[in-house]
């Protein structure tokens, strides 16, 4: 089973090089990796040509934004199953691919997902927020739930049946195309009930009021396009964030330890 890996990445000098590492680093042999840089201007691209592996491609040109990054290395994925590698992420550990793969072969499944940390941008060792997913029914879509975009893998049939990202959405594609594939299709997904990304906070759709409230009328738009749901799936979606943060000032020892 080959696995596809799309790294969409604008001005992320800092970061850029250890999400690549982290993908080279998968003991699952059978990967590609597809970098779409949308010429950055901070010195990005050098770092990435450092970086470049064996398994790795490249492309540098303009974009309209993430989603459009994303779509293009959907489009150029050969792989039987297509993840995402975020240009601030990195994966657990090294097995994880394995562990996906394993999640494939084991079960007639199109798709496999499983949970994610948030860390502190400042330190990477301290988890701010545990998203735990769960196991899904299609009825938690009405009550809010989705699968960590970043943690999610797809066989790449369910891109080519309903699409990719619809770059309408400049904030939320991505809930919108979750709720596409997962309400029109018969997944049959496989839940991997461990720590598969940790993610670094400051994304772009928190970075202001303006964005969050962006983001909330984009997440409602998605509900209703895809007849999921309305106000009321939100605020459950909202809510469910609450549980998720770990306290301030407890060690990553004592919140949990990764599998």
């Given at each position: 089973m080959k696995i596809s890996i799309v790294t969409a990445v604008y001005n992320r000098r800092a970061t850029i090089a250890q999400a690549i590492a982290s993908v080279q680093a998968q003991t699952w042999p059978h990967v590609e990796h597809l970098v779409i840089d949308g010429a950055s201007t901070d010195g990005t691209l050098a770092v990435v040509e450092r970086a470049?592996?064996?398994r790795m491609r490249l492309v540098s040109e303009p974009d309209t934004g993430i989603y459009d990054a994303l779509n293009k290395g959907v489009a150029l994925a050969t792989g039987d199953v297509v993840g995402l590698m975020h240009s601030d992420d990195f994966f657990a550990h090294c097995r994880?691919?394995?562990?996906?793969?394993?999640?494939?072969?084991?079960?007639?499944?199109?798709a496999a997902y499983g949970d994610l940390d948030y860390v502190s941008a400042e330190d990477e060792t301290r988890i701010v927020r545990r998203w735990r997913s769960g196991t899904y029914e299609p009825a938690k879509l009405r009550r809010g739930w989705m699968p960590p975009h970043p943690a999610l893998f797809l066989r790449r049939e369910v891109f080519e049946r309903h699409g990719a990202y619809d770059t309408r959405f400049r904030i939320a594609a991505d809930y919108d195309a979750i709720l596409r594939w997962f309400s029109r299709e018969d997944l049959r997904?496989?839940?991997i009930p461990e720590v598969l990304v940790k993610m670094r906070l400051g994304g772009e759709s928190n970075r202001s009021v303006r964005k969050i409230l962006r983001k909330t009328g984009e997440d409602y738009r998605a509900l209703r396009i895809n007849g999921v749901g309305g106000i009321g799936a939100l605020a459950l979606k909202n809510l469910s964030k609450v549980g998720q943060f770990v306290?301030?000032?407890?060690s990553g020892n004592e919140r949990g330890r990764r599998r």
């Open positions: 470049r592996h064996q994880v691919l394995e562990k996906v793969a394993a999640a494939f072969g084991a079960a007639d499944a199109l997904p496989v839940y306290p301030a000032g407890r």
